[in-house]
T-cell receptor, first 111, second 114 residues
């Protein structure tokens, strides 16, 4: 599975867009990019995933570069409740969820 | 809608005691089921997954075992706990092929072995 790298922490002002970067330079053509977040002491929550095209849902947007070596998760209007650890994961087609979870990015939304 | 229940939320057990953590899923049939463990400040480590009743795959050799006695029930067990078994245990489910099907997690069990 491709390894992903993320900054350990980021701050964002409430109401602004939060842009969380992820590098996955060794990703293969069969690997999806998934984003989850984990609020303290809870189970991770699925946010969004994509393969090649940009994706948007009610929670966020996912922008994947054309060479697929990096992606950005965008929370368009961050609220205090978006404070969490955000994980970027590359999921191989036949991985059976033997995912490599890194330490993620601790996003702190400030009032 | 689908829901996943995991209990207990917290557990303190002495070394050498047995363990049984239970997870059930409602609102779906034939889900893939997973047990993960998370050490403090770290990412998740897959322990077991199951694609059907009685079908268990182990990803990491350890002191734990898993069983799936019913379609929507997944149990994590140990005969004798070790100090190193402490951690945050998460159950999850998914539908369909793993690479295009999100995981949905329970709220976890925080296990402390003393």
């Amino acid at each position: 599975d491709a390894k992903t790298t993320q900054p350990p922490s980021m701050d964002c002002a409430e109401g602004r867009a939060a842009n969380l970067p992820c590098n996955h330079s060794t990703i293969s053509g069969n690997e999806y990019v998934y984003w989850y977040r984990q609020i303290h002491s809870q189970g991770p929550q699925y946010i969004i995933h994509g393969l090649k095209n940009n994706e948007t849902n009610e929670m966020a947007s996912l922008i994947i570069t054309e060479d697929r070596k990096s992606s950005t998760l965008i929370l368009p209007h961050a609220t205090l409740r978006d404070t969490a650890v955000y994980y970027c994961i590359a999921v191989f087609k036949d991985s059976n969820y033997q995912l490599i979870w890194g330490a993620g990015t601790k996003l702190i939304i400030k009032p | 809608s689908q829901t996943i229940h995991q209990w207990p939320a917290t557990l303190v057990q002495p070394v050498g005691s047995p363990l049984s953590l239970e997870c059930t899923v409602e609102g779906t049939s034939n889900p893939n089921l997973y047990w993960y463990r998370q050490a403090a400040g770290r990412g998740l480590q897959l322990l077991f997954y199951s694609v059907g009743i009685g079908q268990i795959s182990s990803e990491v050799p350890q002191n734990l075992s898993a069983s799936r006695p019913q379609d929507r029930q997944f149990i994590l067990s140990s005969k004798k706990l070790l100090l190193s078994d402490s951690g945050f245990y998460l159950c999850a489910w998914s539908l369909g092929v793993s690479y295009n099907s999100p995981l949905h997690f329970g709220n976890g069990t925080r296990l402390t072995v003393t």
